[in-house]
C-alpha cells in the first residue's frame, strides 16, 4: 500500500461548525504533515507530527487542532472557520524523522474545504 | 532566508514541442531538490529528487537537472497528458516548494 488516503473529499462547512478531516497511511511512515493550498499557490505547511508527537506548529490559528491517535492516523479539527479558511487540505506523509536523508514527501488526494 | 523560484508562471506548448521549466533556489545547506507534479483539485505526485550539482534523472519524456543554483525540468516532445502543475521544492532546514509552473499542452 503506497496510498495516503484522505476523507472527506469535499467539505462544506458554515463559521460556526465543528469538522474534522482524516488522512490514513499504511506505508509505515513516521512523519505526517499537514499543508493548506490556495488555488494557483504552493502548499503551505501547517503542522508536522513525527513519531505521533507534534514536531511544528507553523503558527497556525487555533481554529485549526491536529491529533495523531496513532502511526497510521492524522486528523485536523476544525472549528469556528473563516471563509478565508477555505482551501485544498493536503496530507502527506515521509519515512524517518521529519526532513531527514531522502524524506520524499507523498501526498494524499485532498480535502477541499469550503467554509459559508 | 530560504527561497525557491520557479519560472515560468505558466507554459503553453504545441504537442511534440519541447521546453524547460526552471527552479532557482537560494537555501543554505541543501540536502535535496524535489519535483513534484500536481493535477487539478489533486496532491502533488513525486517525481524525482535531486541531491548533488551535475545529478541528472529522468523518467519518460521528463529528465530533471541541478546545478549549485537552479534545476531544470526539461520536457521533450511533451503530450497532452503532460499538462500539470510541476512544483520544485527544496530541503535545507524544511521543505519550502516554489509557486509552480503551470504547464499546458495543446494537441
Known amino acids: 500500500d503506497t496510498e495516503v488516503t484522505q476523507t472527506p473529499k469535499h467539505l462544506v462547512m458554515g463559521m460556526t461548525n465543528k469538522k474534522s478531516l482524516k488522512c490514513e497511511q499504511h506505508m509505515g511512515h513516521r512523519a505526517m504533515y499537514w499543508y493548506k493550498q490556495k488555488a494557483k499557490k504552493p502548499p503551505e505547511l501547517m503542522f508536522v507530527y513525527s513519531y505521533e508527537k507534534l514536531s511544528i506548529n507553523e503558527s497556525v490559528p487555533s481554529r485549526f487542532s491536529p491529533e495523531c491517535p496513532n502511526s497510521s492516523l492524522l486528523n485536523l479539527h476544525l472549528h469556528a472557520l473563516q471563509p478565508e479558511d477555505s482551501a485544498l487540505y493536503l496530507c502527506a506523509s515521509s519515512q524517518g524523522r521529519i526532513f531527514s536523508g531522502a524524506n520524499v514527501l507523498t501526498f494524499g488526494a485532498g480535502s477541499r474545504l469550503t467554509v459559508l | 532566508e530560504d527561497q525557491v523560484t520557479q519560472s515560468p508562471e505558466a507554459l503553453r506548448l504545441q504537442e511534440g514541442e519541447s521546453s524547460s521549466l526552471n527552479c532557482s533556489y537560494t537555501?543554505?545547506?541543501?540536502?535535496?531538490l524535489f519535483w513534484y507534479r500536481q493535477d487539478p483539485g489533486k496532491g502533488p505526485e513525486f517525481l524525482f529528487t535531486l541531491y548533488s550539482a551535475g545529478e541528472e534523472k529522468e523518467k519518460e519524456r521528463l529528465k530533471a537537472t541541478l546545478t549549485k543554483k537552479e534545476s531544470f525540468l526539461h520536457i521533450t516532445a511533451p503530450k497532452p497528458e503532460d499538462s500539470a502543475t510541476y512544483l520544485c521544492a527544496s530541503r535545507g532546514g524544511k521543505i519550502i516548494f516554489g509557486k509552480g509552473t503551470r504547464l499546458h499542452i495543446l494537441p
Open positions: 537555501v543554505s545547506g541543501l540536502r535535496g
